[in-house]
């Protein structure tokens, strides 16, 4: 009887293995390894890694056979000590329990109603904005912030942001797979671990005071999951970490939208003011809703494209739950994969020009695999909040276009940190004009 087939194993160095490359050009290797076949097995100090990137096998793990591959090990590791009770880090029995207790703040027909707020919101925010240069990433960190806050969560975060941004910020730190503590022992209190302790801490208290004495009666998230409390469906911990996890995921991941999406207008200005114009048809001198989502193709196209070219979640990662056969090879149980919404994104096979912003490319008939374009991951576990962050970047940006022009610039060229959302490595700011 022959052997299993061996996916094939880029070079790497003695001791880091493909470590030393990917530390040098996170995203540059994964591309590169991605040249090797659709399984590739990496590996790290202390472990292994399979990159999967032909989309009929990432829809096999995400959708097909979903239930032979659990939540990954690292994005167990990473929310450790912070959303161990949350929906983003649990698996089986109780991630459906979960599932089914947040689901009633997601529907279509609660959604569809913040939209007005949600362009509020941005209209205001804008407004407090002077000629001066403004760190845009920053910026609309806080008003994602401000939108979650007022619409799903029913909060006012104004005079508590710092509070939500360290701790978004420490997670980060801690996350970053190249980080050198992640070698060490939990035990040993890194630098970056005591900050990660201390800004959890902070957040924790925040959380508790949000929930201090409200009512259930709403159907905002926070409403929801204390009725599910009371019905006893949650624990307190429970609902404490759920809502810890959409202060810190929900801002985050629209906000380097928003920002990859106003440093591309800014190069692409024909784009913008085509923008412009079909807002001004659309929506007229009011603010957007959602009824006009749906006309307001070209902004949508633009959410798109950006999500294509910037995947905020730039890699989902799974586990096997058991030996699986995928693409012809063996995994053993346990087997960590990797499946990059960064390569198959750019990947040349099923986009052309797949570096270039291209807008147009949504309104062209063109066949693709369905997995060749998951920025909100895929199957029973995609993102929860995929209608929200839609309309959400929609109607941010429809209001925002219409409002300010934003002349915007790169202290360097333009760098990615590979930790939990695609965050940049330079500054990117902008100069406001009020239209």
Known sequence: MSEPATPPSPDGVPVLGNGMAFSRDPFGALEEWASHGPVVRLQFPGRSMYLVTDPDLVEEVLVERQDKFAVGRD??????????????????????????????????????????????????????WDAERLDLHREMRLLTLRILGDTLLGVDVRGNERVILDAADALVDRADPRRFGRLLPEWIPT??????????????????????????????????????????????????????????????SSAVTLTYAWLELGRHPEVRESMVREVEEVVGDDLPDTGDFEDLERVRNVVRETLRLYPPAWAVNRQTTEQVSLGGYELPAGAQLTLPQWVLHRDDRYWEAPTTFDPDRWTR???????????????????IGMRFARLELTMALATMATSVDLDVTTDGPLAFRPSLTLRPTVDIEATVNHR
């Open 75 to 128: 994005q167990q590791e990473t929310f450790s000590g912070i959303e161990d009770d949350a929906l983003a880090g649990t698996t089986g029995e109780r991630w459906e329990r979960l599932r089914r207790a947040l689901r009633p703040a997601f529907t279509w027909e609660k959604i569809d109603g913040y939209g007005a707020r949600m362009a509020r919101r941005t209209a205001e925010h804008v407004e407090q």
């Open 191 to 252: 630098p970056t671990e005591r900050r990660f302790e201390r800004n959890v801490e902070a957040l924790n208290d925040y959380v508790e005071t949000v929930l201090d004495g409200r009512s259930t009666e709403g159907d905002d998230v926070r409403s929801v999951l204390l009725a599910a409390r009371d019905r006893g469906d949650l624990t307190l911990s429970e609902v404490e970490d759920n809502l810890v996890g959409l202060l810190l995921a929900g801002h985050d």
């Open 365 to 383: 008939d063109v066949t693709r695999p369905e997995y060749a374009y998951f920025p909100f991951s895929g199957g029973p576990r995609h993102c």
